[in-house]
């Protein structure tokens, strides 16, 4: 069975750092398109940034600059590296995939991670 494992997160100061890890486990024929969502109490989820099986990125206005989605492909894993962190990004930060089991393609959400920023 087909799982993405989130890690990372946690509680900063505004101005620090984050990474966060979805690692895709499983049995994987490729893992494919990527992206990560956040989603504030209260508030409706949305996007944040994807990336393309190619490495192609694209991000939402607010984090450009600060934040850059990555991937490794040998290990199945996206990253989101999230600096100069403010006090709005705090929110529970999800990733999400189109992975291929065999040949039939299935998209994934991760368990989601917590991120709080202090200002």
């Known amino acids: 069975q087909v799982q993405l494992v989130q890690s990372g997160g946690g509680l900063v100061q505004a101005g620090e750092s984050l990474r966060l890890s979805c690692a895709a486990s499983?049995?994987?024929?490729?893992?494919?398109?990527a992206a990560w969502y956040r989603q504030a109490p209260g508030k409706p989820r949305e996007w944040v940034a994807t990336?393309?099986?190619?490495?192609?990125?694209n991000y939402e206005d607010s984090v450009k600059g600060r934040f850059t989605i990555s991937r490794d492909n040998a290990k199945n894993t996206v990253y989101l590296q999230m600096n100069s962190l403010k006090f709005e990004d705090t929110a529970v930060y999800s990733c999400?995939?189109?992975?291929?089991?065999?040949?039939?393609?299935?998209?994934?959400w991760g368990q989601g991670t917590q991120v709080t920023v202090s200002p």
């Open positions: 999400n995939a189109d992975v291929k089991v065999g040949t039939r393609l299935y998209t994934y």
């Open positions: 499983g049995s994987i024929s490729t893992f494919d398109f």
């Open positions: 990336i393309t099986t190619g490495g192609t990125t």
